[in-house]
Structure formats: C-alpha cells, structure tokens
C-alpha cells in the first residue's frame, strides 16, 4: 500500500460516524448490509450516512452493489488487511516480529 493510499484510509476512518459505519459492515460480512438498513441501526439520517459512505468508497473501504431498489454495502476486508499490514511493515526493523507475522497469516478476506 502506498502511503497516500493509507492515509486516505486513516483520513475516511478517523470519524466517529464513518468509523461506526465501517465497523458494523466488517461484522456484517459477508452478506453486507443494505443503506437503510445500516441508517437506523447507526440512528442517522440516510443522506447523512450516504456522504459517509462515499468517503469510505473513495478511501476503497466499503464497496456496493445494487440489489433491487436497495444498495448494499459491504466492508473491504482486503483494504483494511492491507492497511494493517502497512501499519507494522517497518515493526521491528523488518525483522519479521510476531504482530507482523500474524497480519500475513489472516486469512480475513473479502469473500470468506
């Protein structure tokens, strides 16, 4: 990941609506949820959320995908692995510690 890509990543997370929204998508895999869906549950208004959610889909974060009249939301898990492991590629000097070992051993991926 190259830094800019990180930083709009950190940039999308570091609010607390964006931040609440991601996260009840990552427990929402792998179905997702829809737009509405995950409005009320996160007790905002929808067009509120839709600006959140274009800020996490432009950090590559969430992706969507129309069913029906709805749009589901589904959170990028390859980006965030890839950001976590952007975070602790330096760890230790490159010496290969646990905590980075561990990242390139997850097998949390989008899709599994």
């Given at each position: 990941m190259?830094?800019?890509?990180?930083?709009?990543?950190?940039?999308?997370?570091?609010q607390?609506?964006?931040l609440e929204?991601?996260?009840a998508?990552?427990?929402?895999e792998?179905k997702?949820?829809?737009?509405?869906?995950?409005a009320?549950f996160?007790?905002?208004?929808?067009?509120t959320?839709?600006a959140?959610?274009?800020?996490?889909s432009h950090?590559?974060?969430?992706?969507?995908?129309?069913?029906?009249r709805?749009?589901?939301?589904?959170?990028?898990?390859?980006?965030?692995?890839?950001?976590s492991?952007?975070?602790v590629?330096?760890?230790?000097?490159g010496a290969?510690?646990?905590?980075?070992?561990i990242l390139?051993?997850s097998?949390c991926?989008?899709?599994?």
């Amino acid at each position: 990941m190259e830094t800019e890509t990180a930083l709009a990543c950190l940039a999308a997370l570091s609010q607390q609506t964006r931040l609440e929204a991601f996260r009840a998508l990552v427990c929402a895999e792998p179905k997702g949820l829809p737009a509405g869906e995950l409005a009320r549950f996160l007790s905002v208004p929808q067009n509120t959320l839709s600006a959140h959610l274009n800020v996490l889909s432009h950090a590559k974060l969430v992706t969507s995908a129309r069913n029906g009249r709805s749009v589901v939301y589904r959170a990028d898990l390859s980006q965030l692995n890839a950001l976590s492991r952007f975070l602790v590629e330096d760890c230790c000097g490159g010496a290969g510690c646990a905590p980075a070992q561990i990242l390139s051993l997850s097998k949390c991926e989008s899709g599994q």
